[in-house]
């Protein structure tokens, strides 16, 4: 009864003969995740529900608003408040019981990020920050999981199929096209920026076709290749990616350091923070992070507790060439020599390393 | 040299057009020394470059007529 049930369900899509009843088979045994239930990931999610996609996940940790309605097609007035995440596997309970929806209510962050993704086999990124976009990037790379990205920017989208194994070409990531994240305000959200709804609606489905592309096989996926669409003037350009060796080592080399990876701070335009005691204690565990005593000579009290080069305030311009590692701390007794160090630091390095300063000094982190 | 640059997201806000033609362009650092001389903004802007739309990170000599795309990153969703 199900089988007949289901074959008229899909009906007109089994009669193509491209995808057929095997397809049909691919598409029920698929695990497909959709990160953002939002302007992309609503219609995404309407296609794959109503296309057979035997597991379907949906993360999303907000919650409606009137201001999503115009693109977030899934939701009506009456969701104003509820989950996004929850609200959306109701929808598509009702347009299609046959299929496992999975609801997560969570922000997806670098510590369940893993976790989650492990269990699916293709991931739609229809996030709506870099922060997310360079993490879920990331996870995809460590599990070896195909990424359909999109983007949206005004009146102009980006679609692509990141990190695809293929036996003829090497995978290419996010970070192979943009190896370095945006700093804050250098590129507007779609608060900001502005949006028709359409243009996600477009985009967004556009991901849906290239997820039951690649599960079926069929078609020409859009495998290390980045499609840009305006819907101004309706003009389409599509570029050949290319893998970047220095960029496979930006990307965290194993769980832990992706669990450890600030992805927030990545992605601010910062390159100079503070770091509280408790912080401070567990990155001097890191054999890659350099520690700087910016106090000067003879000044107490001596630490034993860990290895760390001098360098006072007053020679820090001179000794510059002396900081080698990507990662730096710099302490003195109070904070304050050393923020102002971070901030010398930061000024010659700029993004290229990652510059912390013990707040309140060694004075606070005895204490701790 | 020359080049017919197409310009997408904030990259074609910042220069008030979608497509330009640059003559003479030796190579692909000095068309990038050249749009931030008449777009300062530009220098702040990340974006990747396609030469004949293929993805490209080095500096790339120019032969005869090219088709340059710069790109810059979207996060919207």
């Known amino acids: 009864m199900a089988n007949h049930k289901n074959n008229e369900r899909y009906q007109r899509q089994i009669t193509l003969k491209e995808l057929g009843e095997i397809g049909q088979l691919k598409l029920k045994e698929a695990k497909v995740l959709v990160v953002g239930a939002g302007g992309l990931g609503c219609p995404a999610l309407l296609y794959l529900a109503g296309a057979g996609i035997g597991k379907l996940g949906i993360i999303d940790f907000d919650q409606v608003t009137l201001s999503n309605l115009h693109r977030q097609v899934i939701f009506s007035v009456h969701d104003i408040g509820l989950s996004k995440a929850l609200r959306a596997a109701d929808v598509l309970e009702q347009i299609n019981p046959d299929i496992d929806i999975i609801a997560f209510n969570e922000k997806l962050n670098n510590r369940n990020a893993l976790d989650i993704l492990k269990n699916f086999d293709i991931i739609l990124d229809g996030t709506d920050n870099f922060e997310s976009r ?201 904070g304050k020599r050393s923020k102002v160090a971070a901030e010398i630091l930061s000024r010659h390095f700029g993004r290229s390393k990652k510059i912390y300063s013990l707040k309140d000094g060694i004075a606070s982190w005895h204490k701790f | 040299m020359r080049v017919h640059l197409t310009l997408f997201g904030q990259l074609s806000d910042i220069t008030g057009k979608r497509e330009m033609i640059l003559h003479d362009i030796p190579d692909t650092a000095t068309l990038l020394e050249t749009l931030n001389t008449m777009y300062p903004q530009m220098a702040n802007t990340k974006f990747a470059m396609a030469l004949n739309k293929k993805v490209i990170k080095e500096n790339t000599i120019l032969h005869g007529d090219n088709n340059i795309a710069l790109l810059p990153p979207f996060s919207g969703g």
Request: glycine share 4%; aromatic share 8%; hydrophobic share 40%.
């Open chain 1, 134 to 334: 360079y993490l879920i990037n990331d996870a995809c790379v460590l599990l070896k999981k195909t990424l359909v990205y999109g983007a949206i920017s005004r009146f102009e989208g980006q679609l692509a199929v990141f990190n695809h194994p293929s036996e003829i070409k090497t995978a290419v990531n996010y970070r192979d096209l943009f190896p370095q994240a945006p700093t804050d305000g250098e590129v507007l959200n779609c608060e900001e920026a502005g949006v028709i709804g359409v243009l996600p609606g477009i985009i967004g489905t556009m991901m849906a076709n290239e997820t039951i592309k690649l599960i079926t096989h069929i078609g020409d996926a859009l495998v290390n290749r980045l499609l840009t669409y305006n819907s101004l003037n309706n003009h389409f350009f599509e570029m050949e990616l290319s893998a970047n060796p220095e960029t496979a080592m930006m990307i965290p080399r194993d769980a832990d350091a992706f669990r450890a990876y600030q992805y927030d701070w990545f992605c601010s335009t910062n390159s100079a923070f503070d770091l509280v005691p408790e912080q401070f204690q567990e990155m001097i565990k890191d054999k890659n992070t350099q520690l700087v005593d910016v106090r000067e000579a003879g000044e107490g009290p001596e630490l034993a507790d860990f290895n760390a080069i001098h360098i006072p305030l007053s020679r820090l311009q001179q000794q510059i060439p002396d900081i080698e590692s990507t990662n730096i701390i710099l302490f003195c007794r109070s």
